[in-house]
């Protein structure tokens, strides 16, 4: 039996990748500190699967990582500070966090496992607005950060550092690294910040007139399933080692106002609309180019921009429910 160590398993893409991993067979430790992974039943059902094991712990602090387990055959970083508000808010903390939970794990490294780090499209931002950088995007353009005082551009620095350090630090400490640059991965239990599910919860609640931001924006989303099949194609690859490979979904591209239609018509709502200015550094159109992925592991998107919107949304609408019997009874729910 494989063992893996899944370090933000209680978050969005950790979450589905644990359980993954144990249906493929594997033994997993989860590490998460629950400051935005959740500790909900699907966390409770893991525990008592029987082959996985949960610890809270800040990997923030060095001494943390004395309790992790380290006969493990696959490490997946997949812990960070995400999202347009958090990032927007303090992005001090998203550089803090991210940067040094990354060196830490190199500190913790040894001879043998095979290490998966997540990082971000964002990193693209730049030059795709400067217009120096294609879309599709490959992996070989510059990066460029068009405003190191910019806050939302934190997040795309933070996961650099992080690329940067995994792919040096851990051929020097004897172990395989791949990195993958996740491209608008969607689907049940996100959170409510990002687009999709942001729009559901509004179009759920009745929200008239029902507002758009950046309609005209154009984005390649991929369904979270196929973000973790292709996770684990790159990491079964050994020719994925020390490689930077995108994970996305490069088969519907689709503008914001296009989604948002959708969105209304399986919430099946009419509301007027209000088209509104994108945030500041929202990118155009932003689409992965997956050459090198079908390359290194035959992978294609499976899952259908409906199918995955409407099983997005049928998660959505049963979160709300128990969230709203929570409320009257004085407790609390959140995704």
């Not at 040094?100 to 043998?112: C, F, K, Q, S, Y």
């Not at 999709?196 to 991929?222: H, K, S, T, V």
């Not at 969105?263 to 509301?271: E, F, M, S």
Request: hydrophobic residues 45%.
């Amino acid at each position: 039996m494989r063992r893996a160590l899944v370090l933000g398993g209680a978050g969005f893409i950790g979450l589905h990748l644990v359980e993954r991993l144990v249906a493929d067979g594997h033994r997993v430790t989860v590490v998460d500190d629950f400051s935005r992974g959740r500790d909900d039943e699907r966390v409770t059902a893991l525990r008592g699967s029987g082959v996985v094991d949960v610890l809270s712990a800040d990997l923030t602090d060095a001494p943390a990582w004395q309790r992790l387990p380290r006969d493990v055959d696959e490490v997946y970083l997949l812990a960070a500070v995400v999202g347009v508000r958090n990032v927007e808010a303090d992005p001090a903390r998203v550089l803090r966090v991210n940067t040094l939970t990354a060196m830490h794990l190199v500190d913790w490294l040894h001879p043998g496992p095979r290490v998966f780090f997540s990082s971000t499209s964002e990193v693209y931002a730049g030059g795709v607005e400067a217009g120096s950088v294609p879309v599709p995007t490959p992996e070989d353009v510059p990066v460029t950060i068009a405003d190191v005082a910019s806050p939302r551009l934190a997040y795309a620095i933070s996961k650099l550092t992080g690329e940067a350090l995994l792919l040096h630090g851990a051929r020097a400490r004897g172990c395989e690294v791949v990195v993958g640059r996740f491209h608008n991965v969607y689907g049940p239990r996100m959170g409510t910040d990002h687009v999709i599910p942001e729009m559901a919860l509004r179009a759920m609640a009745g929200e008239n007139p029902f507002r758009i931001w950046g309609a005209d924006q154009f984005r390649a989303f991929c369904h979270v399933d196929d973000a973790v099949e292709a996770v684990l194609r790159l990491m079964a690859a050994p020719e994925a080692a020390g490689q930077v490979v995108h994970i996305g979904n490069d088969s519907e591209q689709t503008n914001i106002a296009d989604l948002a239609k959708l969105v209304l018509r399986l919430a099946g709502v009419a509301p007027d609309v209000r088209h509104l200015p994108a945030p500041s550094r929202s990118v155009q159109r932003r689409c992965p180019d997956l050459t090198r992925l079908r390359r290194l592991t035959g992978f294609e998107p499976h899952v259908p921009l409906e199918d995955g919107v409407r099983r997005t949304l049928d998660w959505y609408r049963a979160w709300r429910e128990t969230a709203s019997g929570l409320a009257s009874t004085d407790g609390r729910g959140r995704p």
